[in-house]
């Protein structure tokens, strides 16, 4: 590991000030020590925000939650209103990595954590994102673990999150601070962006803009799912994963939000989708229509060809159990 400068910030508008200066915000610290470990990411100067007054959960005038940034995904997940009225974020942290990681593991971090593409994390080899320009050793290599939607001939990397899958079917946004102390709010999709050409640039944060806290709309009828495909049943990343928030109302769907893990560069929605679902009786037929439109697009390279067929069944499996008549 490199050598570095620290800085304990004392509050949020001091930590984006000098973040703004080019510094590198730590919290938990579970993926960006390890990318320093392996020089993949080498900072000049690290600016520690777990003293921040970002660590807590309270609930909007909407009725929704606004989520401090700081938050560890172990007390997110056991949040008794959280669990009430999203059980949906729950499913999906508690999927994710190990109890161990979670005590540890940031909201804000978990949304921005980076892909776990093999090369990505291997100096030696070319990466597009870790070198603009450099290549994508992924393109025609081991990519099993890659993109079928939303990815590019200069990046076929994934985002590994399984919280921000549910955040994004659940319509949260972000806060955020400037380093000049201004603030806005982002939907969660507006976070991040496609590799297109320049796959280094991952999300739309300013230079020194800090997530401060994740904002939850007011919790909305239907059932809630989230199903996660993965080579074994702990420490793994998703394969395919699927979150779902279906409603049914008089034999017809009357609500329906989903988001994909594990196909896409960011956490994946179709809104077409969901407005195709919507005003229609639940069958075989329909699943097929769904994942025909979520998958018109799709492409594999090779060693991940079958996320095609499995994420058409995961989302089939997903609708089926979302309306079936039953009240598990």
Not at 96 to 117: I, S, Y
Not at 233 to 258: C, M, N, T
Not at 297 to 326: C, M, W, Y
Request: proline share 5%.
């Amino acid at each position: 590991m490199r050598p570095f400068d620290y800085t304990r910030a004392q509050d949020s508008a001091e930590a984006a000030r000098i973040a703004g200066q080019g510094a590198t915000f730590i919290a938990g610290g579970t993926n960006l020590l390890d990318l320093m470990k392996l020089e993949v990411m080498t900072p000049d100067h690290l600016v520690d925000i777990t003293h921040l007054d970002l660590n807590e959960i309270t609930q909007t005038e909407a009725g929704g939650l606004r989520i401090g940034a700081l938050v560890t995904n172990s007390d997110l997940a056991a949040d008794m209103a959280v669990r009430r009225g999203w059980p949906l974020l729950p499913k999906a942290l508690l999927s994710g990595a190990t109890g161990q990681l979670r005590n540890k593991a940031t909201t804000g971090g978990n949304l921005l954590q980076r892909t776990r593409c093999y090369y990505f994390y291997d100096p030696d080899m070319p990466c597009n994102k870790r070198e603009p320009g450099s290549g994508c050793a992924a393109m025609g290599g081991m990519n099993r673990l890659h993109a079928i939607l939303g990815a590019s001939d200069a990046c076929i990397a994934t985002h590994p999150s399984d919280m921000a899958v549910a955040l994004r079917a659940l319509g949260a946004h972000v806060d955020l601070m400037a380093e000049d102390g201004s603030t806005r709010t982002l939907p969660l999709g507006d976070l991040y962006r496609l590799p297109g050409d320049t796959p280094e640039v991952e999300t739309n944060l300013k230079p020194g803009e800090l997530i401060t806290h994740v904002v939850l709309p007011a919790p909305v009828h239907g059932r809630q799912i989230y199903r996660k495909v993965r080579d074994r049943a702990s420490y793994a990343f998703a394969l395919v994963s699927v979150a779902a928030v279906i409603d049914v109302e008089s034999g017809v769907i009357s609500q329906a939000k989903l988001a994909f893990g594990g196909i896409a560069p960011m956490p994946w929605r179709m809104t077409e989708i969901e407005d195709f679902l919507i005003g229609k009786a639940p069958s075989e037929d329909l699943w097929e229509e769904a994942a025909d439109l979520l998958l018109s697009d799709a492409r594999g390279q090779g060693s991940n060809d079958f996320k095609i067929p499995l994420a058409r069944r995961t989302l089939a499996a997903v609708l089926n159990e979302a309306t079936r008549g039953d009240d598990q």
